[in-house]
């Protein structure tokens, strides 16, 4: 008997695959402060969530929700503008289907961004950390229950899910730019509340450098299909109990926007250089 999420995922890419004839060779999730990456790229097609059958539609203010193809420079991206959160009430599979889904349509690298907290005493709001590894204790794994056999094996090897060619692009072009960039552990919570002083204690004795409420799930379903993955998340603000203010979406927002610009630089350059590494 076939799987029903990965009928649901096939659905989803026919859908896709009638409405837009695009194959992507990197894939890109904009996080917080990146909504405005597509004005870097050649548009061929914008296809918005609500018109993909089935597909998972993002609730969350800031996250537009919708895909796009193009060119950014010559190098065929597809952009996911907005992405769905385990928090919005969604079953894991769905909060992960999109990034099989990009993966189905012939992407071979995921880039993954977000806006996080940061841990590590040495960051500061604005702050830029290239996500070299992820604890993913704190979220459910996607992989849980029937293996798809379709898209990899059962008990897939995490030693280097963000792969080092890739990262060496991105320390490249951060020099290149004379952008600080950090490097670090970053973890998963489910949200949507944000974390307690004790468990930003915890999480810091665990050896987490930022926290946020995404990425490491859509990162096991993109190692679990072979997909060469990196990621940078956005400090937006201190974690719980590291700043006097309360926390608010509003504010990780608005440092996120106002990192906007070099993280646009960061991304967009660290595309054009990965390009030649897939």
Aim: charged share 20%.
């Amino acid at each position: 008997m076939s799987d029903p999420r990965y009928e649901k995922l096939k659905k989803c890419y026919e859908c896709v695959k009638a409405k837009v004839d695009f194959k992507p060779d990197i894939a890109v999730v904009l996080g917080s402060g990146l909504g405005n990456f597509a004005d870097n790229v050649d548009v061929t097609a914008t296809l918005p969530y609500n018109e993909i059958e089935g597909f998972p539609v993002s609730t969350v203010p800031g996250h537009k929700g919708q895909f796009i193809f193009g060119y950014l420079d010559g190098v065929s991206v597809v952009l996911m503008q907005g992405r769905v959160h385990y928090y919005e009430g969604y079953d894991i599979s769905d909060v992960v289907l999109p990034t099989r889904l990009m993966g189905m349509m012939g992407a071979k690298a995921l880039f993954l961004t977000n806006a996080s907290g940061g841990i590590n005493p040495d960051y500061h709001a604005g702050a830029f950390m290239m996500i070299k590894d992820h604890i993913s204790s704190f979220a459910p794994n996607p992989l849980i229950g029937p293996n798809i056999e379709e898209l990899g094996t059962r008990f897939p090897d995490m030693s280097h899910v963000y792969d080092e060619d890739l990262q060496d692009a991105i320390r490249s072009v951060a020099y290149d730019y004379d952008i600080e960039l950090f490097e670090g552990v970053y973890a998963q919570l489910t949200g949507p509340s944000f974390e307690s002083p004790a468990e930003i204690r915890m999480l810091g004795k665990l050896g987490v450098d930022a926290v946020g409420m995404s990425t490491v799930v859509e990162a096991i379903a993109a190692n679990h299909m072979g997909m060469k993955i990196c990621g940078i998340s956005c400090v937006a603000n201190l974690a719980a109990g590291l700043s006097p203010n309360p926390l608010t979406h509003e504010e990780v927002q608005e440092a996120a926007n106002q990192a906007a610009p070099k993280f646009t630089i960061l991304v967009r350059e660290s595309v054009k250089k990965i390009a030649g590494l897939i």
